[in-house]
């Protein structure tokens, strides 16, 4: 059992690890972008992310008013949350079924791409449907889970090798 916390501690560490990565990928994909993708992105998008949006419309649900610099901490804090969840989703998947490390990184990084960002984010009304956004929209996404998900995987592999498999 101390085997299966101690991994998912270091996992829960490199899931924040790699959304800080991810953070910096997807940063520099943005700034290589045409004026004009950035443009389109911009009148497609309510709030500088879903889970900002998300706080607003649990504001509503409950009858509060959420301000902006709520709205916008609050939302960060749960983006950053979802991401942090990962690292314990690919641990377990990782001892349970002897998935590789970076397969299981990997995996989960690209399920969080596929089903929230191009799922669930426009079934929550969110975001504007996928084929609105420019594509260079969509390969940043995955290009910053990918980096997640080998990151990820990297600190699944320590804790393999501190606590064994």
Same mark, same amino acid.
């Given at each position: 059992?101390?085997?299966?916390?101690?991994?998912? %501690?270091?996992?829960?560490?490199?899931?924040?690890?790699?959304?800080?990565?991810?953070?910096? %990928?997807?940063?520099?994909?943005?700034?290589?972008?045409?004026?004009?993708?950035?443009?389109?992105?911009?009148?497609?998008?309510? *709030?500088?992310?879903?889970?900002?949006?998300?706080?607003?419309?649990?504001?509503? &649900?409950?009858?509060?008013?959420?301000?902006?610099?709520?709205?916008?901490?609050?939302?960060?804090?749960?983006?950053?949350?979802?991401? %942090?969840?990962?690292?314990?989703? $690919?641990?377990?998947?990782?001892?349970?079924?002897?998935? /590789?490390?970076?397969?299981?990184?990997?995996? %989960?990084?690209?399920? &969080?791409?596929?089903?929230? *960002?191009?799922?669930? /984010?426009?079934?929550?009304?969110?975001?504007?449907? $996928?084929?609105?956004?420019? $594509?260079?929209?969509?390969?940043?996404?995955?290009?910053?889970?990918?980096?997640?998900?080998?990151?990820?995987?990297?600190?699944?592999?320590?804790?393999?090798?501190?606590?064994?498999?």
């Amino acid at each position: 059992m101390g085997n299966t916390i101690g991994h998912a %501690v270091v996992a829960t560490a490199g899931a924040f690890a790699a959304g800080k990565v991810m953070d910096k %990928v997807t940063t520099a994909f943005y700034e290589r972008q045409s004026d004009s993708s950035k443009h389109k992105e911009e009148s497609l998008r309510a *709030d500088p992310m879903p889970t900002v949006t998300l706080v607003r419309r649990v504001g509503e &649900m409950t009858g509060r008013k959420v301000d902006d610099e709520t709205a916008e901490k609050v939302g960060m804090l749960a983006h950053s949350g979802f991401g %942090v969840a990962g690292g314990p989703v $690919a641990s377990l998947l990782h001892r349970r079924t002897g998935l /590789n490390p970076f397969a299981g990184g990997l995996a %989960v990084a690209l399920g &969080m791409s596929l089903l929230v *960002d191009e799922g669930l /984010n426009y079934v929550l009304g969110l975001v504007a449907p $996928a084929p609105e956004w420019p $594509a260079v929209s969509h390969v940043r996404g995955v290009a910053g889970h990918l980096a997640y998900g080998l990151v990820l995987g990297t600190a699944i592999a320590a804790a393999d090798f501190v606590f064994g498999d």
